[in-house]
């Protein structure tokens, strides 16, 4: 068997598998630490053994077994230490068959978990990205421009708190569950946003990988949520952004604006899926599913986007009704600011730039450019310039940069 | 069931309402504390509560060496100590974080949750 084939089928099993068989070890062995260290090494011993031994007929069971192994061989090498209570642990379902049910569960548990509101936000990314995702602790320090060693104390102090603190490996219930699911897709949202505003000529692809990652674990909590609009909402938001990107970023490694993309460059595929979850959330609330929340408004008012053939079909009116519904929900400078620029497309320059003078957002370079796009194109060139200036000044990625810097020579 | 120690933090100088600024706030604090308590006695979760004297009463006291050596005042330098705690016996973190919130709204002040060394814990310590 050539190595290259070992390699595909690992990477493929190691997609599809680690977050089952971690989930599934935290279940059993009630320890973050065991589970992550047991599944590792699973996937070390394949690494080792199947370039030789050949690919086993059932990967994911080869490897949940051989890290169960791992595990019970971690906790027998531990045993003197509280005998009756390790031993409790290994009689514990020694032979339990997991139905397909029990194993989502199990997973739902682990995003649960990790994204516990105890936890700062920055350990909620980490230990998904570590425990769900699989990405390595130096994989995450790269992502995330953090030294592996402040990453792995990092993810090493959020598993000891979990484990001091005695957080339950439960599906909240009822009545929590709307708020806790709302941290958990916030999670996924910030991680996804870490990706995609890296995303630039010179950006290590690590890093853009990260929004692959942040779909890849939004589509399985809507697997295992799959009622849930804001999930379905948040999905069909990162798919209508990713299916951009490859328009966003000129050759030169300019910032693209989405009024200047070449639209033929836009990805038809997750297009096509984004605007089908978005009927359906459209569908849902149409027969009382409750009103719309922020994920599935963002979603919708990208889809006005992705829906225009061209930019000038763009159905503004229907984007600002969107954003009014949106910042009644989420009355932040932010929304505030974007809702302003889609009143700028119907009502004018002047509108849009009363709405956003005084919003408390000096600090933010989008702001910035917000403000020098309007001012240019209501014919005051001087504060454009002084705008742009102190948006590049701000701008923190190199072909956001490049634009600004662009726009500027050509007042 | 896990125990933690929900501590509950205030100024060092109190006024003549201990915590609180006025003497109808003091009241309708402990009013709502008891209730909370009694209910935490109800539920089982209740293992000990106190509130405690202002930190400037407090004494340091060094017994490592010969001689004590005592030092007036609390051991920390802060404008913030703490006013009193409750130690609570429950399954787990979720339920400790519902009751504090409960507590914090009950005394109005921050509650800070942390859970107590188990059996477990302290045998990993001196395995270590």
Redesign the interface.
Known sequence: MTDAVVADALATVHRREWARIVASLVRRFRDLDIAEEAAAEAFAAAVERWPADGIPANPGGWLTTTATRKAIDRLRR?W???EK?QEARLLYDEDTPSSPGVIDDDRLRLIFTCC???LAPDARIALTLRMVGGLTVPEIAHAFLVQESAMGRRITRAKAKI??????YRI?AAA?LPGRLGGVLSVLFLIFNEGYLATGATTDPVRADLTAQAVRLTRLTRELVPGDGEVAGLLALMLLIEARQAARISAGGELVTLAEQDRSLWDAAPIAEGHGLVRERRAAVAAGDGPPGRFQLLAAINAVHTYAGDAADTDWFQVVALYDRLVRIDPSPVVALNRAVAVAEVDGPEVGLALIEGLPLDGYHAFHATRADLLRRAGRPHEARAAYDRAIELAGNAAESAYLTHRRSTL | MPQYLMSVYGPLERTDFGAYATKEEMLAAFADTGAFNDMLQREGYFVFANGLESAETATVVDGQHDQPVLTDGPYLESKEHIGGFWVIDVPDLDVALRLAAEGSKACRGKVEVRPFQTEESFVALLES
Do not use: G, L, M, Q
Request: glycine fraction near 0%.
């Open positions: 531990e003197r230490r509280d209570h516990h509101p105890a484990r001091a603190n005695h957080v339950p909240p929590d």
